[in-house]
């Protein structure tokens, strides 16, 4: 059965740091999404992006955030200048069309 | 009002039960909608779409009422594979979907 995968399954960095987290969607997959979801509290949507460009995007996803598809099959979220309260778990998405998405298992981001 | 609102719960149910959730959400423009779990510390999975018309898959029952803006799911004869967190999405448009905060199901043995 296909699957997002995402990569690494654990980053810790030190406040202040950039991060990349990454992503494959499922192949045939053409809508990318990226949430995530401090210990303890609800989902929350950071971004959509299709054809290559953001589609949608949170009042969270701000300056300090950046996405891409550097290829064919890879999705990014950039974080720079990390802050404490950016440790959470980020999960990726991808649907086929505007319907259901189907999510990675998450990176946990920890800052320290 | 909360854009997406749940009744935390917990629920504790015993096997075989039946049991439902409710979910409201604020936005009338919302345009799909959609029940997921999720175990603790892992990723959300879908569970079913939701349609006007409701649909049903297996033990699963999903209902929309879109005059009163709020979804239903139904979980009948309960396992205890079915403890998790049951969460509701709505999209609002744009590729942008707001998550429910969860409601917690336990089933007892």
């Known amino acids: 059965e296909p699957e997002v995968t995402q990569t690494p399954s654990h980053q810790v960095t030190q406040m202040g740091q950039e991060v990349i987290l990454r992503c494959v969607p499922i192949s045939n997959h053409l809508y990318f999404y990226w949430y995530r979801q401090i210990l303890g509290q609800k989902v929350e949507f950071l971004v959509s992006f299709y054809n290559n460009e953001i589609s949608e995007k949170s009042e969270i996803f701000d300056d300090q955030f950046s996405v891409e598809r550097p290829d064919g099959s890879n999705f990014t979220l950039k974080i720079r200048s990390t802050k404490l309260e950016d440790s959470a778990m980020y999960f990726c998405?991808?649907?086929?069309?505007?319907?259901?998405?189907?999510f990675g298992q998450g990176t946990r981001l920890t800052v320290v | 009002r909360k854009e997406v609102e749940q009744d935390p719960g917990p629920f504790n149910v015993p096997e075989g039960a039946t049991v439902a959730f409710n979910c409201t959400y604020s936005?009338?423009?919302?345009?799909?909608f959609f029940w997921y779990r999720q175990d603790c510390r892992k990723e959300p999975k879908l569970l079913m779409s939701?349609?006007?018309s409701g649909n049903e898959d297996g033990r699963f029952t999903a209902q929309l009422n879109r005059a009163s803006q709020y979804i239903s799911l139904l979980i009948r004869d309960s396992k205890l594979s079915d403890s998790a967190t049951y969460l509701c999405?709505?999209?609002?448009?744009?590729?942008?979907?707001?998550f429910g905060a969860g409601t917690r199901l336990f089933v007892k043995a």
């Open positions: 936005n009338s423009a919302s345009q799909s």
């Open positions: 998405a991808s649907s086929e069309r505007n319907t259901e998405a189907f």
């Open positions: 939701v349609y006007s």
């Open positions: 999405v709505v999209e609002i448009g744009g590729f942008k979907t707001i």
